[in-house]
């Protein structure tokens, strides 16, 4: 994207606009797909968003059942889900990105503090690691591999951070912010997915904070604090929807007269639509796995092979055509890792949909 910004001599590109760049300067056979490609690739990252955000609603949701089926009745957790959709209301009609820095802060404030606090759990009656399976059948990795991709899938809220930087420089580079935070949360993740399983086994839960007790304080402070966490994210993730929508495809005349009415409206529409997929199919390891094997293949792996492998076409793939190889087995690892990942999940929340269709 930065080659793109040098070639056109802007300071910023989209990655919609970095895709239609590279294929405008790829081979003659392909130029003419360049508008067609990068609409395709705003399509790609609104539905990830939207993904993205309907997971966080299904956590959220959940978490939350468990402390009101202990204090109270026992609702279906899509009550919860629109419980959820309510209070979110005015916080994603929040339009300038600065007026949402202070709803993060206090989520990685809530979020760090449930996982400080949830280490009594995870380090009490840890069983003998023997007494564990080590290792399963190849067919569960793609399972396995797209949910952990779930936490790495955020290329959207990646770039509306970037464009929205007082130092952009700082973002890139070995020890620039991108790096430090992905490194920070494959640790994170590393050892969560260790801890977790080593103390619940094959009994645990798409989420570890269902796996705590219900009946005790410290572990719903816990379940309340990281719900809390991730809901005050939605704002943040939903907002890269409304900037692909309203930079890339909202500039003529007509639309700037209304364009804040119609962003109420688009911004209402994402919500409602989100909180209706969560309702229908709140299976949080599902959507986990689609989310995160759709948005890697594509926004992580396919779209940057793309655009790096016809940026280079002119001037050349590098001794013995590495980039060119590189670039070629992205594509493909995203086009299987895709597939596969997408068709198992899509399979059970369809199930999963007949299911709640049945119920009705």
């Known amino acids: 994207m930065t080659e793109c910004c040098r070639r056109r001599q802007v300071p910023q590109v989209s990655m919609p606009e970095a895709v239609r760049i590279a294929y405008e300067d790829g081979p003659k056979w392909v130029q003419c797909f360049g508008r067609t ?18 997971v966080y ?54 979020l760090y ?6 280490m009594y759990y995870l380090f009490s009656g840890l069983p003998d690691i023997k007494d564990r399976e080590l290792s399963t059948p190849p067919v569960e990795w793609i399972e396995f591999f797209s949910i952990a991709a779930f936490s790495l899938t955020a290329v959207g809220s990646m770039l509306v951070v970037e464009a929205h930087m007082a130092h952009p420089q700082s973002y890139l580079g070995i020890f620039g912010v991108l790096n430090l935070a992905v490194f920070f949360i494959l640790l994170s993740n ?9 103390r619940f086994g094959e009994s645990v839960e798409a989420s570890i904070t269902l796996n705590i007790p219900k009946n005790e304080i410290l572990s719903q402070v816990i379940k309340v604090f990281i719900a809390s966490g991730i809901f005050l994210s939605y704002p943040l993730n939903g907002f890269v929807v409304i900037t692909v ?26 919500l409602l639509l989100t909180g209706a997929v969560a309702v229908g199919v709140p299976n949080l390891a ?30 050349g793939y590098g001794r013995l055509m590495w980039k060119l190889i590189r670039d070629i087995l992205l594509i493909l690892i995203g086009l299987i890792f895709g597939t596969v990942g997408c068709t198992v999940a899509m399979i059970q929340l369809i199930h999963d949909f007949r299911l709640t269709v049945s119920n009705m």
Request: proline share 3%; net charge neutral.
């Open 37 to 54: 490609a990068g609409f395709l690739t705003s399509c790609v990252l609104v539905f990830g968003q939207f993904l993205l955000c309907t």
């Open 57 to 110: 609603l299904v956590f959220v949701a959940k978490n939350f059942k468990e402390i009101g089926d202990y204090y109270g009745d026992k609702y279906n957790e899509r009550y919860y889900v629109l419980g959820a959709c309510l209070l979110l209301l005015p916080l994603f009609m929040i339009r300038r990105l600065k007026y949402l820095v202070p709803l993060n802060l206090v989520s990685n404030f809530f």
């Open 113 to 118: 503090a449930g996982f400080a606090l949830i």
């Open 190 to 198: 590393i050892f969560f997915g260790i801890i977790g399983y080593w």
């Open 245 to 270: 929508i309203f930079s890339d495809y909202s500039n003529s005349p007509e639309r700037g007269k209304h364009q804040t009415l119609i962003e109420y409206i688009v911004r209402l529409t994402f």
């Open 286 to 315: 599902a959507l986990t796995e689609l989310e995160g094997a759709f948005s890697l293949s594509n926004l992580n792996l396919f779209c940057p092979a793309l655009i790096d492998l016809f940026l280079n076409y002119d001037s």
